[in-house]
């Protein structure tokens, strides 16, 4: 069975940090892209970060650019999201995502549709 599991949510003030990890569990994906998405109460799931499976490539939501940094550790078949410059806009449940389908573009890589594995979410709340 595939697991995704998200930990290092909580409650932070504005201009905070904090580390978000996904442990992949059940299957490797060190040769598939990963990515971090979000959801806020009363909103759609959106785009955070996307990695390639080499982790060369690294695409952003303009929200977040320079201040979020996505990374993976594939001896440890772990994601990470580091969050910097928390803002209470940032408050949402955070979910980690993983596709075993073959998708490279930015387009494909920003679009939630084109990941088949997701975790149970981690809730990121910045206070101001």
């Known amino acids: 069975q595939v697991q995704l599991v998200e930990s290092g949510g909580g409650l932070v003030q504005a201009g905070d940090s904090l580390k978000l990890s996904c442990i992949a569990s059940?299957?490797?994906?060190?040769?598939?892209?990963m990515g971090w998405f979000r959801q806020a109460p009363g909103k759609e799931r959106e785009f955070v970060a996307a990695i390639s499976w080499i982790g060369g490539n690294t695409y952003y939501a303009d929200s977040v650019k320079d201040r979020f940094t996505i990374s993976r550790d594939n001896a440890k078949n772990t994601l990470y999201l580091q969050m910097n410059s928390l803002k209470p806009e940032d408050t949402a449940v955070y979910y980690c995502a993983a596709t075993t389908w073959t998708i490279a573009t930015t387009t494909e890589l920003t679009n939630k549709n084109n990941y088949n594995y997701w975790g149970q979410g981690t809730q990121v709340t910045v206070s101001s």
């Open positions: 059940g299957r490797t994906f060190i040769r598939n892209p």
